[in-house]
């Protein structure tokens, strides 16, 4: 038995120190070009990551935030996150035209930054993050392929650990004509083919989808772990990689703007889904009803307020509560399995054992109470 002793004590060294990492690993990182948005000769900032930002930071998500960015772009919505931005020559630029009765939208590109984002670009702190967020606004913006994470290992799957990636795929079904105009394609991108896995999340509109050849979708999310089409005022289907399709309904509100409606909604479906949500289709549909309620003057910002002072705030930080305790409860009992073992063997690595747990546990407290569960 002596012979098992410092093999025992080495596991449990390292599952102390995968219970750290996971401890301190961030829960989102956010990947994408902000954007100047100019509407009727006025600039905003704009951009999925915006949206994905404001929906963060109301769910009390402090992201890795790693964008793209000229010195024209001011990205003053980020602070309290961790911004890190990728020096370019031009911010991306859209320029904003509506039809005379106000509701579609044209876009036109005037400006373009001269980068591709990749996982290089992302520091390492950042990497690890439980939940990874793509934005794409046109093809050019990242390669989706990079974020994409390996097979889980058997102690990812253990602790949970694995790695969600959220795909908000709209961007890389644009093209762009000789003037700079947005015009959607009509096949699927290779981009997001190349990047689907069984960890990979994707969500598009109808605007996207429906124009594609009959059958597309359920092929991708035959290779993904879910596939959402958001529909507007019709709700949302969810497609999973079993061939089930679920159908849920838009909230009935008052809509003013629909700007952001999809971003906020992928944003707060990937946080609910990372928090163990049994309905964060639901959580996504809350969410996205509040930016609709909201004029597009003052988003992105103003979602953050709109959903952090509603009721259903306090149910999501529960529900991240309950998650938090079931992880926890999860390695406590590995570790206390390693505990009981190694003090039966030898008395002396089992007090080390226990004072190295008690440190663990005090980080683990200090989490806690940072997420305020």
């Known amino acids: 038995m002596a012979a098992l002793r410092p093999v025992l004590l080495g596991l449990t060294l390292a599952a102390l120190s ?13 990947v994408g070009n902000a954007t100047i ?8 900032l704009g951009g999925a990551i915006s949206y994905a930002a404001a929906v963060a930071e109301a769910y009390g998500v402090r992201a890795c935030i790693v964008t793209a960015a000229g010195s024209d772009a001011d990205l003053a919505m980020f602070k309290g996150h961790d911004l890190h931005v990728v020096p370019t020559e031009s911010t991306l630029t859209f320029e ?43 093809p050019q913006d990242l390669n989706a392929a990079t974020f994409v994470p390996p097979v889980p290992s058997w102690w ?16 890389e079904q644009r093209t762009l004509d000789s003037t700079g105009r947005v015009i959607p394609a009509k096949l699927p991108s290779q981009h997001i083919q190349d990047a689907v896995t069984p960890q990979t999340s994707i969500f ?20 993904s772990n879910r596939f959402v089409v958001t529909r507007g005022e019709l709700g949302a289907d ?78 999501f930080r529960a529900a991240s509560s309950l ?21 039966a063997i030898t008395g002396p690595a089992g007090i080390m054992l226990q004072h190295c747990q008690g440190h663990a546990n005090a980080a683990v407290a200090r989490v806690r109470r940072q997420l305020g569960i």
Not at 156 to 171: E, P, S, W
Request: with cysteine; aromatic share 8%.
């Open 323 to 343: 998650r938090w305790q079931w992880s926890s409860n999860k390695v406590a009992v590995v570790i206390h399995g390693i505990a009981d073992r190694l003090e």
């Open 204 to 223: 598009l509109s109808d605007v996207e989808t429906d124009v594609w050849p009959k059958g597309s979708v359920a092929k991708l999310a035959a290779q």
């Open 37 to 44: 948005d100019l509407v009727d000769g006025k600039k905003s």
């Open 18 to 30: 995968l219970v750290a990492w996971e401890s301190l690993r961030p829960a989102l990182l956010i």
């Open 96 to 138: 904003h035209t509506y039809t005379w009765w106000g509701h579609k939208r044209k876009l036109r590109v005037t400006a373009a930054p001269n980068v591709t984002l990749t996982m290089d670009h992302v520091p390492r702190h950042c990497r690890g993050a439980r939940t990874i967020l793509l934005g794409p606004l046109t």
């Open 156 to 171: 990812q799957k253990l602790l949970g650990a694995r790695q969600h990636v959220g795909y908000m795929a709209q961007g």
């Open 238 to 315: 969810v497609f999973s990689s079993d061939s089930t399709i679920f159908h849920f309904d838009a909230e009935k509100v008052n809509a003013t703007d629909t700007n952001g409606a999809g971003d906020t909604f992928a944003t707060a479906y990937m946080l609910a889904l990372s928090r163990g949500s049994s309905t964060p289709g639901a959580v996504a549909n809350w969410a996205a009803s509040r930016a609709v309620m909201l004029p597009q003057s003052c988003k992105p910002g103003c979602i953050t307020s709109a959903i952090r002072d509603a009721t259903l705030w306090s149910q």
